[in-house]
């Protein structure tokens, strides 16, 4: 499946997604800059990622333990999103996000 | 010497799990260590970030915490006496006339030793620091991650940001000297223990607490000197908290940070080593786990584990030249059961 993910230049990277594995694993694996310091386990906010207002509704809703771990996200919106939170399925072909700062940085 | 100068064989940086399995192994190599860590407690990323999560590939072991995992390793190290600094991060290495190292902390703490050990993992961790246009200017007059003295906080107008529990935690705490406590946080709920947030939800309501739902946008002030911190809110836009303090807490990040400038062969902000020793490009400074690399690395516990092995045999010969090695189980000799304290 073909996610596309703008980095904090402003640049679209088309990448290829896996059902049954999480959006942060396949940002990583496409080799771009996402920080995932916990590896995945929901225990940080350095995956953070804004959802394409388009796909907010196909993404879910944030678990009680993602929400609170958003608190330790910086620049918040409503779209945010932990990358690691958000598992992969063919709902998903063409989901837009876009890197946070603190993801990267 | 001084109260915090110390000498020993081997100086590990970085109390992680690897850190504290390689006590083990140069232990009963009969070689004492001395560790430091910026964290305020052994366990690394397994007590920062996973204390509650679960590991599942630690052979013999199919599930534990990173606290539990942590906890067995400070039992298995105990008899080998390690003594730990923590707080502190290790900010400069110098070599010796005699051949050794002399390791400085960011608290003074001076140690000397035959052999560094960095298992650093992913680096320190450091505050995470809020993106805004002028920050470092008011980093350390103004804008401070940590509460060292109450004290200095007496009649401040002090904006704490976050909504964890070191932002609830300081914000009861210094409510009682600063002139106002304002928190900022980017929702009406918090990751924070429920009685303080039902505590300072009750300072709010009596009008002697202020609480914004905002995110912040930007700091005024000149010299160093904060006036206010600007904070953007999603229905009234921005505006201005007067303001003399501000406390970020959105928890830690991890940075590579003095280490880089030890002088060692770096490959993406990971330290080269060799698949024998474990050895960096500078004899007798070893990496061991996460914080290495060399053809087919994996960032495992495990792994971490292995290579802190291997690296305490070549460590034995800097430390003791001359002396033959003996290649020993613990099942079996009596001279590694009397080092573990168990004959």
Redesign the interface.
């Given at each position: 499946m073909k996610i596309t993910v703008t980095d904090l230049d402003g640049n679209d990277h088309v990448i290829e997604g896996k059902a049954g594995w999480t959006l942060m694993e396949s940002i990583r694996d496409a080799g771009l800059p996402i920080?995932a310091?916990?590896g995945g386990?929901c225990?940080?906010?350095?995956c953070h990622v804004y959802v394409d207002m388009d796909w907010i509704d196909a993404t879910g809703e944030r678990s009680e333990e993602e929400?609170?771990?958003i608190?330790?996200?910086?620049?918040?919106e409503d779209s945010s999103r932990l990358a690691c939170q958000i598992e992969l399925s063919d709902a998903l072909e063409g989901l837009k996000v876009k890197l946070a700062?603190?993801a990267v940085? | 010497m001084s109260d915090n100068a110390y000498e020993t064989d081997v100086v590990i940086i970085g109390a992680g799990p690897v850190g504290l399995f390689a006590v083990f192994e140069l232990g009963l190599l009969g070689l004492k260590c001395h560790l430091i860590d910026i964290l305020d407690r052994a366990g690394g990323q397994c007590a920062e970030l996973y204390p509650e999560k679960p590991i599942y590939d630690i052979p013999a072991v199919p599930m534990c915490t990173g606290q539990e995992l942590t906890d067995r390793l400070l039992e298995q190290i105990n008899a080998f006496e390690p003594v730990f600094h923590f707080q502190e991060m290790a900010e400069k290495l110098t070599k010796l006339e005699d051949g050794r190292w002399h390791l400085t902390t960011d608290q003074g703490t001076e140690i000397t030793s035959t052999v560094v050990v960095i298992a650093a993992g992913g680096g320190s961790f450091v505050p995470k620091k809020p993106h805004l246009d002028g920050l470092e200017d008011f980093e350390g007059s103004s804008v401070h991650y940590a509460v060292r003295r109450i004290e200095d906080f007496r009649d401040k107008r002090v904006v704490i940001a976050g909504g964890g529990d070191s932002a609830l935690d300081w914000a009861l705490n210094l409510h009682p000297v600063a002139k106002r406590v304002t928190i900022v946080h980017h929702r009406d709920g918090f990751r924070a223990a429920p009685a303080s947030v039902e505590h300072m939800r009750s300072l709010v309501e009596k009008g002697e607490m202020d609480f914004e739902i905002a995110q912040l946008a930007g700091l005024e002030g000149s010299g160093g000197q904060l006036s206010g911190v600007k904070v953007k809110t999603k229905t009234d836009g921005e505006n201005t908290i007067e303001a003399d303090t501000l406390l970020p807490f959105f928890g830690l990040t991890m940075k590579l940070g003095p280490i880089a400038e030890f002088g060692l062969n770096l490959h993406e902000n990971l330290i080269t080593v060799d698949t024998e020793k474990f050895e960096t490009s500078v004899p007798s400074i070893f990496a061991i786990g996460d914080i290495n690399t060399y053809p087919g690395k994996l960032k495992l516990i495990l792994s971490g584990f292995h290579e802190g092995a291997l690296m305490s045999q070549a460590a034995f010969a800097y430390c003791r030249p001359g002396e033959r090695l003996r290649f020993q189980y613990t099942t079996s000799s009596s001279d590694l059961q009397k080092k573990l304290g168990v004959r």
């Open positions: 920080k310091e916990c386990a225990a940080c906010a350095t929400e609170d771990m608190d330790l996200a910086l620049e918040v700062r603190d940085l | -």
